[in-house]
């Protein structure tokens, strides 16, 4: 519908039309003034992680 046929016309499309009409459609306003983001004080060890035992099936099926 907009004419692309390769990888850099949708790159182009992407950057020169998508980008801006989709940011002028769904953007709001942040509902305060400043940064979202906060220092964070404390300790990761262990936090993220999980170990878990898996087993791969012969078709590849990967299971817990």
Known sequence: MAGVDD???A???LREVYIGEH???FAVTSGEDG???I???GHLDNVLE???ER???NDN???L
Request: no cysteine; aromatic share 12%; glycine share 0%.
């Open 55 to 57: 087993v791969v099936s």
């Open 61 to 63: 099926a990967v299971r």
């Open 50 to 52: 999980v170990k878990a």
């Open 7 to 9: 990888i850099e016309a």
């Open 35 to 37: 940064s979202a983001f």
């Open 39 to 41: 220092a964070f004080v």
């Open 23 to 25: 940011n002028a459609r």
């Open 11 to 13: 790159n182009r499309w």
